[in-house]
Every structure is written in structure tokens, then in C-alpha cells.
């Protein structure tokens, strides 16, 4: 005690304590849409989203992209090289479009397994899944603590889901993690759009795209969020680097539709 009543009474040493004690107390921050919150309390707020949306989601994807989504999901396990007897993880899966792609390519003596944090968007995927009569692994979990071992998965995908992770760099390292060597990671993603579309892609995100999920969803701030997660995920450069730090090799990106969104494909070596 006495050493430290030393310290404080200090006045040279005074001003370098406080900043120290007061950046232990502090929480960290993150955004949700333009908003910034505890990162703590992101992952309950992203939740919420998809809980409300749950119900509504596919057929509001397809208004929302006029039937795009399915052309790009459909690239994305494209270029993915998935063959078939090889193991997939659909990370943050959803509806499982992804998922029922995959089936297709890695055949009857291959496995997918469909993967989300959320509840309710799981059993979406589940109940379409078995609908479809596939039996496909279902996991409810966490993004940044995937429970799989390492060295497991020969691809691993995430769908418009990665914008949504607190710390997208955890998560492409346990994307890493769990790839076999010669693996390959796909993200699919709403990216930055060229510059001649911005002002006509703002208007249709931040006027339009509301005014839909009320009137369909019966929620307009889901998908005035959804606009505003768009314009703080990193851009195309920015999440190669962030892959490539991750551990991945060989990174690369595909636009689609004017960079609206892109495919980035990187490897474990």
C-alpha cells in the first residue's frame, strides 16, 4: 500500500496511471449498421435481426436483388472446385441455399454441414432440408468458435453472413483452422459497388429497401440496418488483406453486378 500511495501522490506519474485504469474499465466497441455499440452487445443486437426476419427471409431476398442472389450463390459454389466425397462447412448458413448447392456437387458420399447462430434461421434451413430429404448435418454455433476439429473441411463458406461477425478476423482463422490443407475458403458478400452505381445504390438502400421490409416484413429497421451493415463491411481490397492475415493464400475476389457484392476464394497451403 505504501508503494502505491507513492505512486499516486506522485504528481510526475499521476496523468500516465489514469489512462491505464481508465482503458481497463472501458468496453470495447464495435459497429452495428452506422451505430456504434458494445461488442458485447452485437451479436444479442444481430440476433434480434434475424429473428425478425426469419420467416420472411428468402422471399424478401428475392425482391430485394430482383433473383440475383440465387446467380451469385450459385457462382460461389462454382468457384469454389467443390467435387464430389468431399467435406463442406456452410458457416452462418441461413435458409441453407448454400448448403442444397453444395449437396449437389459433393454427392451422396460427400457431407455439407449447415451451420448458423441463430435459431431461427437454422430451422428455416433445417425444415428446408428435410423437405428436400437430405439428412445433412445441422449445427447451431458461433462463427469465431467453430467446433470442428482441424484440418477437417476441404471448403468452407460463408453467405452474407460475414458482415455480421463482431470480429471477422477470428472467424476466418477458425475457417482456416479447420480446412485441410489444400482447402479453399468462399465468402460471398455485399461489397463496394463502382462509383458510376453509388448514388443509385444509396437511394434504393437507405429510401427503397426500408420501405420493402416494412410492408413485406413488417420491419423496416432490419433491413435499414441491413443497409447500413452493407457500408461498414470492408471493401474488396480490404477483406483480401484481412484473409490473407487470416492465413489464407493465393486470394482473390470476383465482382458481380458492379461490386454490389464479390467472391473472394483464398487457400490453406
Known amino acids: 500500500m505504501a508503494g502505491l500511495s507513492a505512486t499516486l501522490d506522485s504528481s510526475r506519474r499521476k496523468p500516465l496511471i489514469l489512462p491505464i485504469l481508465g482503458e481497463n474499465l472501458m468496453s470495447k466497441s464495435t459497429h452495428f449498421g452506422f451505430e456504434t455499440v458494445p461488442e458485447e452487445d452485437k451479436a444479442k443486437r444481430v440476433a434480434g435481426v434475424f429473428t425478425s426476419v426469419a420467416g420472411k427471409y428468402d422471399v424478401m431476398n ?10 451469385w450463390k450459385r457462382f460461389a459454389v462454382g468457384v469454389s472446385g467443390v467435387r ?49 430429404g437430405s439428412t445433412t448435418p445441422v449445427a447451431q454455433c458461433d462463427a469465431e468458435h467453430l467446433p470442428f476439429p482441424d484440418d477437417h473441411f476441404d471448403c468452407v463458406s460463408i453467405a452474407f453472413g460475414l458482415r455480421n461477425v ?41 429510401k427503397l429497401l426500408p420501405k420493402m421490409g416494412k410492408l413485406i416484413a413488417e420491419d423496416a429497421d432490419s433491413y435499414r440496418y441491413l443497409a447500413e451493415s452493407i457500408r461498414m463491411h470492408p471493401g474488396q481490397e480490404e477483406l ?3 484473409m490473407e492475415d487470416a492465413g489464407l493464400e493465393r486470394v482473390e475476389y470476383f465482382n458481380m453486378t458492379g461490386g454490389i457484392v464479390a467472391v473472394h476464394r483464398g487457400y490453406k497451403l
Do not use: C, W
Open 62 to 71: 428475392d425482391l430485394m436483388s430482383a433473383g440475383l442472389h440465387r446467380i
Open 84 to 132: 464430389a466425397g468431399q467435406r463442406v462447412l456452410d458457416v452462418a448458413g441461413g435458409s441453407a441455399d448454400l448448403s442444397r448447392l453444395f449437396l449437389k456437387e459433393v454427392g451422396s458420399s460427400g457431407q455439407v454441414v449447415l451451420t448458423d447462430i441463430n435459431n431461427a434461421m437454422l430451422r428455416v434451413g433445417r425444415d428446408r432440408l428435410l423437405d428436400a
Open 166 to 206: 463482431t470480429h471477422k478476423d477470428i472467424a476466418l482463422r477458425e475457417m482456416h483452422r479447420v480446412l485441410k490443407p489444400g482447402g479453399r475458403v468462399i465468402v460471398l458478400e455485399f461489397s463496394k459497388v463502382a462509383k458510376p452505381l453509388e448514388r443509385a445504390y444509396d437511394f434504393y438502400s437507405f
Open 240 to 242: 483480401k488483406r484481412i
